[in-house]
């Protein structure tokens, strides 16, 4: 496609803007590590919860969303829609103790809440293995989705693309987390949001209107459905068939036995960014930056409402134009730039580049301060260099992106495909999400619960993947796969955990009286601290999580049915989550915003 001095235009404009926020907020990030890692705990909820919904807005999610719906239909959704689980349980049953523990990172978490060398090695071990190995990962298949992008609008060789998205977008990307810091990433992904979702909402009236609007597009899809005979689903569904059996996987179905490992396992026993059980990576960042519990809350439950309610429908139906515009690609994927590059008018080219490139860097750039955080906090500073200048750990900081710029580079060269490094990542922290969730509520997990956990999930990932036990294709293959992994793992740290001695009872008492956990869970602890109130808010929370979950779904649902009908179902949908918005409201002011027993203010 040929740029045109417009669109020139508006690629240097979206630049200059995330170059300017960078350098307006240098002095406010350089003044210590609290400020440049988390905006001196001052940051609003709104701003908090926006940044992370730009963050996994990355440019690789309309593509794969494309994917699943060329191979799974809309019901293949369910990969990423079953982590509201955990994010909604996030907000109601951690959010607040991840206020109250006023940390810098999550992986500091192994300090606060174990003792001795199991823990030190714990936090070191991640700070690497989360900030160095599985950052890299996730840089690296977000960067591949945008080779891909240039590749496709531009025309030029996957070799070239790779240059311009390797040794200049990552880079200038680098430039301005490293001058902005935490207070930088937070503004531009607000600017970089908007921008965002106006493009891809453009695409997907685009690509509507080229297969002629949506009655049209319904009535294609089901000729096509005809065609294929018994053999095809209902693209347009947003559940399995579960008639079909556990393990039948016709065109267009998800099969049943996948469904149900999403909805049954992975979403408590996955670790995953951005949804991992209990909270943590960037998104117990941006709690500890919140200026208190009550936003910290608030922010993470905006970021669920608009993630899983507000933004997958223009993805969706730009996924559904594309199987009936371009029936049998090979790489399914290519179909939402082919709408891009085909149906989107040329003067718009401009702003679309520019969309895609605040795709990419909101997700490079929360990736780049976050891992920073972790290898300067909590290796560097902790373990090699312990007593320098705040001044000393911000200069490290920004080696330290430049260092994650280079990894993540290397790492992009080597991945086949975008899903591959989706998968990698799912697996290998598969059956470690429960440690994650009990730590907060049971005195007996110790470090060695989390450690054991851990190496069994990367050990029972490699081995089945080396003696590949499992046939079927390969949705099934990965649900056979993450239960056995689960199992395995779930088995192996509850085992530890009960062979191995307790934490030493003044860490646990001083865990305990900082954060105030459920009390129940404390019994034997709480006994020792009865200057502290106990607290019992977990059935309380527990139903707002489950009215949280069914406002939102109930909201997902209702926007499919409103834009694909029956529209009166979509109404009555509608309905229902307004409904439980208002028992959820109901319920968070009969227990209190902060839920604290203690008097609460900003730490």
Same mark, same amino acid.
């Given at each position: @496609?040929?740029?045109?001095?417009?669109?020139? !235009? %508006?690629?240097?404009?979206?630049?200059?803007?995330?170059?300017? *926020?960078?350098?307006?907020?240098?002095?406010?990030?350089?003044?210590?590590?609290?400020?440049?890692?988390?905006?001196?705990?001052? &940051?609003?909820?709104? $701003?908090?919860?926006?940044?992370?919904?730009?963050?996994?807005?990355?440019?690789?999610?309309?593509? *794969?969303?494309? /994917?699943?719906?060329?191979?799974?239909?809309?019901?293949?959704?369910?990969?990423?829609?079953?982590?509201?689980?955990? /994010?909604?349980?996030?907000?109601?049953?951690?959010?607040?103790?991840?206020?109250?523990?006023?940390?810098?990172?999550?992986?500091?978490?192994?300090?606060?809440?174990?003792?001795?060398?199991?823990?030190?090695?714990?936090?070191?071990?991640?700070?690497?293995?989360?900030?160095? *190995?599985?950052?890299?990962l996730i840089l690296g298949w977000v960067t591949k989705a945008m080779i891909s992008i240039v590749h496709d609008l531009?025309?030029?060789?996957?070799? %070239?693309?790779?240059?311009?998205?390797?040794?200049?977008?990552?880079?200038?990307?680098?430039?301005?987390?490293? $001058?902005?810091?935490?207070?930088?990433?937070?503004?531009?992904?607000?600017?970089?949001?908007?921008?965002?979702?106006?493009?891809?909402?453009?695409?997907?009236?685009?690509?509507?209107?080229?297969?002629?609007?949506?009655?049209?597009?319904?009535?294609?899809?089901?000729?096509?459905?005809?065609?294929?005979?018994?053999?095809?689903?209902?693209?347009?569904?947003?559940?399995?068939?579960?008639?079909?059996?556990?393990?039948?996987?016709?065109?267009?179905?998800?099969?049943?036995?996948?469904?149900?490992?999403?909805?049954?396992?992975?979403?408590?026993?996955?670790?995953?960014?951005?949804?991992?059980? /209990?909270?943590?990576?960037?998104?117990?960042?941006?709690?500890?930056?919140?200026?208190?519990?009550?936003?910290?809350?608030?922010?993470?439950?905006?970021?669920?409402?608009?993630?899983?309610?507000?933004?997958?429908?223009?993805?969706?139906?730009?996924?559904?134009?594309?199987?009936?515009?371009?029936?049998?690609?090979?790489?399914?994927?290519?179909?939402?730039?082919?709408?891009?590059?085909?149906?989107?008018?040329?003067?718009?080219?401009?702003?679309?580049?520019?969309?895609?490139?605040?795709?990419?860097?909101?997700?490079?750039?929360?990736?780049?301060?976050?891992?920073?955080?972790?290898?300067?906090?909590?290796?560097?500073?902790?373990?090699?260099?312990?007593?320098?200048?705040?001044?000393?750990?911000?200069?490290?900081?920004?080696?330290?992106?430049?260092?994650?710029?280079?990894?993540?580079?290397?790492? %992009?060269?080597?991945?086949?495909?975008?899903?591959?490094?989706?998968?990698?990542?799912?697996?290998?922290?598969?059956?470690?999400?429960?440690?994650? $969730?009990?730590?907060?509520?049971?005195?007996?997990?110790?470090?060695?619960? #989390?450690?054991?956990? @851990?190496?069994?999930?990367?050990? !029972?990932?490699?081995?089945?993947?080396?003696?590949?036990?499992?046939?079927?294709?390969?949705?099934? &293959?990965?649900?056979?796969?993450?239960?056995?992994?689960?199992?395995?793992?779930?088995?192996?740290?509850? !085992?530890?955990? $009960?062979?191995?001695?307790?934490?030493? #009872?003044?860490?646990?008492?001083?865990?305990?009286?900082?954060?105030?956990?459920?009390?129940?869970?404390?019994?034997?602890?709480?006994?020792?601290?009865?200057?502290?109130?106990?607290?019992?808010?977990?059935?309380?929370?527990?139903?707002?999580?489950?009215?949280?979950?069914?406002?939102?779904?109930?909201?997902?649902?209702?926007?499919?049915?409103?834009?694909?009908?029956?529209?009166?179902?979509?109404?009555?949908?509608?309905?229902?989550?307004?409904?439980? %918005?208002?028992?959820?409201?109901?319920?968070?002011?009969?227990?209190?915003?902060?839920?604290?027993?203690?008097?609460?203010?900003?730490?």
């Open positions: @496609m040929n740029f045109t001095l417009a669109d020139w !235009s %508006a690629v240097i404009a979206y630049l200059a803007i995330t170059l300017a *926020l960078g350098l307006y907020f240098r002095s406010r990030s350089g003044r210590s590590v609290d400020d440049y890692f988390v905006s001196g705990r001052n &940051v609003s909820w709104w $701003l908090a919860g926006t940044s992370m919904v730009a963050t996994t807005f990355a440019a690789d999610t309309p593509l *794969l969303v494309t /994917g699943l719906i060329y191979t799974q239909g809309v019901a293949g959704n369910w990969l990423w829609w079953s982590f509201l689980l955990s /994010g909604m349980m996030t907000v109601f049953l951690f959010a607040r103790l991840w206020r109250r523990s006023a940390l810098l990172t999550d992986v500091q978490f192994a300090e606060l809440r174990y003792a001795g060398k199991p823990a030190a090695f714990l936090r070191g071990f991640r700070a690497v293995y989360l900030g160095l *190995l599985m950052n890299c531009f025309g030029v060789s996957n070799l %070239a693309a790779t240059l311009i998205c390797v040794l200049g977008l990552i880079p200038f990307t680098g430039i301005y987390v490293a $001058l902005g810091g935490l207070w930088g990433v937070l503004w531009t992904d607000v600017f970089q949001f908007v921008l965002k979702m106006g493009i891809v909402i453009g695409v997907a009236y685009y690509g509507i209107k080229a297969v002629g609007g949506m009655d049209a597009l319904l009535t294609r899809l089901h000729t096509m459905r005809a065609a294929a005979g018994p053999g095809a689903g209902d693209i347009t569904a947003v559940f399995p068939d579960f008639s079909r059996g556990l393990t039948a996987q016709p065109l267009w179905e998800l099969p049943v036995i996948t469904f149900v490992v999403y909805m049954a396992v992975q979403w408590w026993a996955f670790w995953y960014p951005g949804a991992e059980p /209990g909270g943590g990576g960037y998104i117990a960042q941006r709690i500890f930056s919140a200026k208190d519990e009550r936003n910290g809350l608030l922010a993470v439950l905006w970021f669920n409402i608009a993630h899983y309610a507000i933004r997958p429908w223009p993805w969706i139906l730009t996924g559904l134009a594309a199987v009936v515009l371009y029936p049998g690609l090979e790489h399914p994927e290519s179909g939402y730039m082919k709408i891009v590059s085909e149906h989107v008018p040329h003067a718009f080219l401009g702003v679309i580049v520019a969309g895609f490139l605040a795709a990419f860097m909101s997700t490079v750039a929360t990736q780049l301060n976050w891992g920073a955080s972790y290898l300067v906090s909590d290796f560097y500073r902790r373990f090699i260099r312990p007593q320098a200048s705040e001044r000393h750990y911000v200069h490290v900081s920004r080696v330290a992106t430049v260092i994650l710029v280079i990894a993540a580079s290397a790492v %992009a060269a080597q991945l086949s495909s975008i899903r591959s490094g989706w998968q990698a990542v799912l697996e290998i922290g598969a059956g470690t999400g429960s440690v994650y $969730l009990l730590r907060w509520y049971w005195w007996r997990i110790n470090a060695w619960s #989390e450690i054991s956990a @851990m190496a069994t999930a990367m050990v !029972s990932t490699v081995g089945l993947r080396w003696i590949a036990p499992f046939t079927g294709t390969e949705p099934v &293959v990965f649900a056979k796969t993450a239960i056995t992994t689960t199992a395995i793992t779930t088995a192996v740290w509850m !085992s530890v955990t $009960l062979l191995t001695r307790p934490e030493p #009872e003044d860490v646990l008492l001083r865990f305990y009286r900082k954060v105030r956990p459920d009390v129940r869970g404390w019994r034997a602890v709480s006994r020792l601290a009865p200057e502290i109130p106990p607290v019992r808010d977990l059935g309380r929370n527990l139903i707002s999580w489950v009215l949280a979950c069914a406002m939102v779904y109930l909201a997902l649902f209702a926007v499919g049915r409103l834009a694909m009908g029956p529209r009166s179902t979509g109404a009555l949908m509608l309905l229902a989550s307004a409904v439980c %918005a208002f028992l959820l409201y109901r319920n968070l002011s009969r227990g209190g915003w902060e839920a604290d027993p203690l008097e609460s203010k900003p730490l």
